[in-house]
């Protein structure tokens, strides 16, 4: 018999959660999953989760995202779309005469299914 506790993992994209207990999974998918999308590009670590980044101030000790691109990591969800727009959507718009894609960088949620609200 082995002594390694069972845990369960979020099977959505770019989300590294993990839980011991199956309904705090369930509660995860629903209240996290239901208003964050992981946009590609960028990692989700919740605080029980090791992201591995050295020297990350958040590793262990608060839910987090990462950007695999350039290493940027930041706790609120907002932050990814400012994060996408003025990072890594500047090249893209110079670049391409296909304004659909540059739309899509302008607003990076869209493509994700995601509705912000200006209330």
């Known amino acids: 018999m082995s002594n390694a506790s069972c845990h369960y993992h979020c099977g959505h994209p770019r989300c590294h959660f993990s839980v011991a207990d199956v309904h705090k999974l369930s509660l995860h998918l629903r209240d996290f999953h239901a208003n964050v999308d992981v946009l590609e590009g960028y990692a989700y670590f919740d605080r029980n989760s090791e992201c591995k980044n050295s020297g ?4 262990k000790a608060s839910d987090h995202f990462h950007c695999v691109r350039d290493d940027f990591t930041f706790t609120r ?10 990072a890594h959507c500047k090249d893209r718009g110079s670049n391409s005469n296909n304004s659909s894609e540059e739309d899509s960088c302008d607003r990076p949620w869209m493509n994700q ?3 912000l609200c200006a209330d």
């Open 56 to 59: 990350c101030e958040y590793n």
């Open 77 to 86: 969800y907002m932050s990814m779309i400012s994060h996408e727009r003025e």
């Open 113 to 115: 299914g995601i509705i």
